[in-house]
Nanobody, 121 residues
Framework: QVQLDESGGGLVQAGGSLRLSCAASGRTFNSYVMGWFRQAPGKEREFVAAINWNGDNTYYVDSLKGRFTISRDNTKDTVYLQMNSLKPEDTAVYYC??????????????WGQGTQVTVSS
């Protein structure tokens, strides 16, 4: 049974960068589609990005293309989210997710506990 542990969140000034990591435990990490969601206070959880099993295909919400980059290292069972040019509206709890199928289906079966990202103006 896979478990997901996020790290790398924190407080950053607008215009800065952060890299989130999500380490997976358990077998067959490299068979899963991995992704990131975020949830801002008072808002619903929203899709951010996803990556297929070998990294050949990536998916992004249109509004974040060009600023956020998802990647994975299957030798380390880890998926990353590089976030650049951060804005205060990027403030949210960021969740790692594992799925069987890529978007648009993206059937998440496991969530991480979340990591807080706060962007100050």
């Amino acid at each position: 049974q896979v478990q997901l542990d996020e790290s790398g969140g924190g407080l950053v000034q607008a215009g800065g960068s952060l890299r989130l990591s999500c380490a997976a435990s358990g077998r067959t990490f490299n068979s899963y589609v991995m992704g990131w969601f975020r949830q801002a206070p008072g808002k619903e959880r929203e899709f951010v990005a996803a990556i297929n099993w070998n990294g050949d295909n990536t998916y992004y919400v249109d509004s974040l293309k060009g600023r956020f980059t998802i990647s994975r290292d299957n030798t380390k069972d880890t998926v990353y989210l590089q976030m650049n040019s951060l804005k205060p509206e990027d403030t949210a709890v960021y969740y790692c997710a594992a799925a069987i199928h890529p978007p648009p289906r993206f059937d998440v079966f496991r969530w991480g506990q979340g990591t807080q990202v706060t962007v100050s103006s």
